[in-house]
């Protein structure tokens, strides 16, 4: 019999994760199917549970990363940390069975990042307030860096967008945009940050991979900026959760 993976979220369209695990699978000669499971409520991860027993793990995307935390039964240290899942891992003992909580993202966008980090510069702005705003905020503390959220709708400590002004512009040189701003089909969309503030040796890093350059990047790159998108921290996620499954 066959184990089952699954993503976890709604609406799925088009599914990267189902495509990279089929693929690995078919690649690997590995006895598993990976499955969208796309359903209008996170309550409903009950009835996906009951109804496959083959279950072995699930991913777990918009908009159900934090809600989904009241149906699991332990957290891993980092997801708890963050507040937010994107990888549960089935742990079957004898009639029981645990769900456990992870967040991969952390990894994937940690090991990304990295590398391209501005020399010297230990502040960062975080586009956005999601759960993916909260793995990337995990992972830039772990790398020594401090971030500072910047929403539509901020709270007390965070940023508005209206309050982005030059000498924040000037001290920030590290820009993620973690909202759904420019993501396909709507690529003519960009957060409102002021672009002509941004100076060469800013990294503009998009955690949105489709299109392989938003127009957050195009504007970005236009004023010197090293811009980069979320695909590689796609890929480095995916391959942590896997690993997640099989420890």
Partial sequence: MKAIYGLLGYPLGHSFSKMYFN????????SAEYRNFEI???????????????LCGLNVTIPYKESVIKYLDDLDEKAERIGAVNVIKFIRQKNRLRLVGYNSDVVGFKNSIEPLLPAGCSDALILGTGGASKAVRCALEDLGITPQYVSRMPREGQLSYPDLD????ERYKIIVNTTPLGMYPNVEFCPHIPYDLITPGTLAYDVIYNPEETLFMKKAKAR????????????????????????
Avoid: C, Y
């Avoid at 942590?240 to 099989?246: D, L, P, S, V």
């Fill in 40 to 54: 209008e409520d996170i309550s409903l991860i009950r009835q996906v549970v009951v109804t496959e027993p083959n």
């Fill in 166 to 169: 030059k000498s924040i512009m």
């Fill in 224 to 247: 010197g900026a090293v811009v980069k998108n979320g695909l590689e921290m796609l890929l480095l996620q995916a391959d942590e959760a896997w690993r997640i499954w099989n420890l």
């Fill in 23 to 30: 693929e690995k699978f078919q690649s690997e000669n590995i």
